[in-house]
């Protein structure tokens, strides 16, 4: 099993659509939990960490699950820049972190 | 904002060549890491620096890659002799170790001909 799995996509999307994103990591130890954007041939940027309450920052919102291993994001309202790929990153308690492959997203107009 | 710099943006090296790939981390961060992303492809982890040595490392860091911090500031990645799969966007990375958040540099691309 993959350390962090995602489904690569892409996910094509109207404008204004509401898209959800799932990741799901192998390792039962992990101790943080983020979701980062990359666009073409940039570095990977924080989006938000994710929490166990879940955690809301304007239309994204993350939640997580321990128990099932999976984290989720969710983006609202979808905008044309909000076209990206999307990493799913679980750092471990020794403070590696490990990317998931990546959820492409396009926002189409 | 304090940021994470790199150097070269880009390199292009003969195989079998030296390269070193050079980052400034953000200076009151504690763990440093080096990554790298072959076009099209997952960011895969490498090594892991923290306390002035390695923490861990990957599958991939073998005897050909070495790390070093050798003046308290700068964080390099040298690759003794490169082969044409060392080809990849190499990125920087640092973290203070409190939230966690990982902080990349914008990135060294290396292409091996």
């Known amino acids: 099993r993959k350390e962090v799995e995602q489904d690569p996509g892409p996910f094509n999307v109207p404008e204004g659509a509401t898209v959800a994103f799932n990741c799901t990591y192998s390792?039962?130890?992990?101790?943080?939990f983020f979701w980062y954007r990359q666009d073409c041939r940039k570095e990977p940027k924080l989006l938000m960490s994710?929490?166990?309450s879940g955690n809301e920052d304007g239309r994204f919102t993350a939640q997580l699950n321990r128990a099932s291993q999976y984290i989720s994001l969710l983006i609202r309202d979808s905008k044309l820049s909000d076209s990206a790929t999307y990493l799913c990153?679980?750092?471990?308690?020794?403070?590696?972190?490990?990317f998931g492959t990546g959820t492409r997203l396009k926002v189409l107009a | 904002e304090p940021e994470v710099t790199q150097t070269p943006s880009h390199q292009v090296t003969q195989m079998g060549q030296e390269v070193i790939l050079r980052c400034v981390p953000i200076s009151n961060h504690l763990y440093f890491y080096w990554y790298r992303q072959i076009l099209g492809q997952k960011v895969e982890f490498l090594v892991s620096?923290?306390?002035?040595?390695?923490?861990?490392k990957s599958e991939i860091f073998d005897d050909q890659f070495s790390v070093e911090r050798p003046d308290g500031s700068n964080f390099t990645l040298k690759i003794r002799s490169t082969k044409l799969e060392d080809s990849a966007m190499y990125f920087c990375a640092s973290t203070s170790g409190g939230t966690g958040e990982l902080f990349f540099g914008e990135g060294s691309r290396l292409t091996v001909l």
């Open positions: 390792n039962s130890a992990s101790q943080s």
């Open positions: 620096f923290y306390n002035n040595e390695i923490s861990e």
């Open positions: 990153v679980v750092g471990e308690r020794t403070y590696k972190y490990i």
């Open positions: 994710v929490y166990s």
